[in-house]
Nanobody, 126 residues
Framework: QVQLVESGGGLVQAGGSLRLSCAASGRTFSSYHMGWFRQAPGKEREFVAAITASGTRTYYADSVKGRFTVSRDNAKNTVYLQMNSLKPEDTAVYYC???????????????????WGQGTQVTVSS
C-alpha cells in the first residue's frame, strides 16, 4: 500500500509559479506510475500530468502543456509538479495519485489510479 501526501500549494498571482510535491510512503514507490489531477469547485476532477515509474515518459493535459513539468525522485519517494505561468483557471485542489499498472491509453483516467493523496489547494489570483 502507498500513502501519498501533497504539499506546496498556496496563493499566487497570475503569471507566477509554484512547485507541488507529493511524498509517498512505502518501499515500492519506484514501481508506481504517478499522476497529478485537479478539481475546481463545481467541476469534475481532471487530469493534469503523469509520469511513468522510471521517469522516462511524461504526459500532459493540453491545458498545461508547456507550462507545467512533472518529475520524480525515486530516491526520495517524491513526485513533483512544477507549475509556471499560472493562470486563474488553474485554481483547484491538486491531487497526486499512484497507479500500479501502466496503460498508456489510460493515464488520463482517474479510475485507473489505485491510491490518492488528500490534495493541496492552489489559488491563482488575477
Amino acid at each position: 500500500q502507498v500513502q501519498l501526501v501533497e504539499s506546496g500549494g498556496g496563493l499566487v498571482q497570475a503569471g507566477g509559479s509554484l512547485r507541488l510535491s507529493c511524498a509517498a510512503s512505502g518501499r515500492t514507490f519506484s514501481s508506481y506510475h504517478m499522476g497529478w489531477f485537479r478539481q475546481a469547485p463545481g467541476k469534475e476532477r481532471e487530469f493534469v500530468a503523469a509520469i511513468t515509474a522510471s521517469g522516462t515518459r511524461t504526459y500532459y493535459a493540453d491545458s498545461v502543456k508547456g507550462r507545467f513539468t512533472v518529475s520524480r525522485d525515486n530516491a526520495k519517494n517524491t513526485v513533483y509538479l512544477q507549475m509556471n505561468s499560472l493562470k486563474p483557471e488553474d485554481t483547484a485542489v491538486y491531487y497526486c495519485a499512484a497507479d500500479a499498472i501502466f496503460r498508456a491509453g489510460r493515464v488520463m483516467t482517474s479510475g485507473e489510479y489505485d491510491y490518492w493523496g488528500q490534495g493541496t489547494q492552489v489559488t491563482v489570483s488575477s
